[in-house]
């Protein structure tokens, strides 16, 4: 019996076209002509259909998530293809910007297309069916969300402990006045960066903590950057990069010899400029590593219906700039 390895090798293509063709997806036209006579000289197609009817599996994971487009959540996604692709499954993207009136459509949509088990990324308390994700007869893993669900995994990056270890060195080196410049606390991540703050400086009575919330946007990293700097603090903290960008270029456009002297911390997408940079502390998210995490844990459960043991890992952030770390 031919696999899909060998089709995929036949015909040209990745595992994954293969199996995107053999779920109905479209691909260019040239690939899906090779995939065809790979298909048809190795008599795959009708093994792949016995397989699924006989298993009721559609070889497809559905990805839930907040938005498409942010950066954490495209390279989180890459990796989860990889895998995935790798073990001859496809995945469905379904986005719903923010709208959490919309996740139930958009989960309906999913479930329309008999995914094999579901990935959420959901960072918001506010969704009013987060229990639905329970009651599901497929595997579900959620990214970053605040509720455990029975039945379902979760996987969580410690961002408390990263902001807590970036302030906490920052009070080692002797700063008295730390600006901490916050996301909207409507999210969950963006409360677990503002607490980890919060618990750094609570036991450190002669330490004040100033605080500016921004709404993701590099304008308001500007202005939250100017407002505390004026309040005289020594050292940052920024916990998004758009608004570590928008801090950035008030500090270069202002002139205030104050802005020279600030300790700077903040997230960044990519570890390569950070281990080039000695003058600042930057915060990055291991999303390759979180990518493959999902995907492996949700493998397992999807391969093996019986068990019912909930998951719940933790990843750490990496930290650049922190001497001796």
């Avoid at 995107?20 to 795959?44: F, H, P, S, T």
């Avoid at 304008?219 to 940052?236: D, M, N, V, W």
Wanted: with cysteine.
């Amino acid at each position: 019996m031919s696999s899909i390895r060998e089709v995929a090798k036949l015909a040209g293509v990745s595992v994954g076209s293969v199996s995107r063709y053999l779920n109905g997806q479209q691909l260019k036209a040239a690939n899906m002509e090779k995939i065809a006579a790979a298909v048809k000289e190795l008599d795959y197609k009708e093994n792949i259909i016995a397989k699924g009817l006989k298993n009721n599996r559609s070889f497809s994971v559905g990805l839930l998530m907040n938005s498409i487009s942010s950066q954490f959540g495209a390279e989180t996604v890459s990796a989860i293809e990889g895998v995935m692709e790798e073990n001859g499954y496809s995945i469905l993207l379904s986005g719903f910007k923010g709208d959490v009136s919309m996740v139930d459509k958009k989960l309906d949509y999913l479930m329309q297309h008999a995914v094999d088990g579901l990935i959420v990324f959901m960072s918001e308390q506010d969704w009013d069916g987060m229990e639905r994700l329970a009651e599901l007869d497929i595997p579900v893993l959620t990214i970053n969300s605040p509720a455990q669900l029975p039945g379902v995994d979760r996987i969580r990056v410690e961002d408390r402990k990263s902001v807590n270890e970036v302030v906490t060195y920052f009070i080692e080196a002797g700063h008295r006045k730390i600006g901490i410049l916050a996301a909207p606390q409507n999210d969950f991540v963006a409360r677990e960066r503002l607490a980890g703050a919060e618990n750094a400086t609570a036991a450190h009575p002669e330490v004040q903590l100033l605080t500016a919330v921004g709404d993701y946007s590099r304008s308001s990293g500007y202005k939250g950057a100017q407002e505390l700097l004026a309040e005289g603090i020594t050292a940052l903290l920024v916990t998004n990069y758009n608004m570590a960008m928008g801090a950035l270029e008030y500090l270069q456009a202002s002139g205030d010899p104050r802005g020279s002297q600030l300790l700077l911390a903040h997230y960044d997408y990519t570890s390569e400029m950070a281990k080039l940079r000695n003058d600042r502390i930057i915060i990055k998210a291991p999303t390759k590593k979180i990518g493959k995490l999902c995907a492996e844990r949700l493998l397992v459960r999807m391969n093996d219906t019986s068990l019912t043991e909930t998951a719940s890992l933790s990843v750490e952030n990496e930290i650049f700039g922190i001497p001796g770390r």
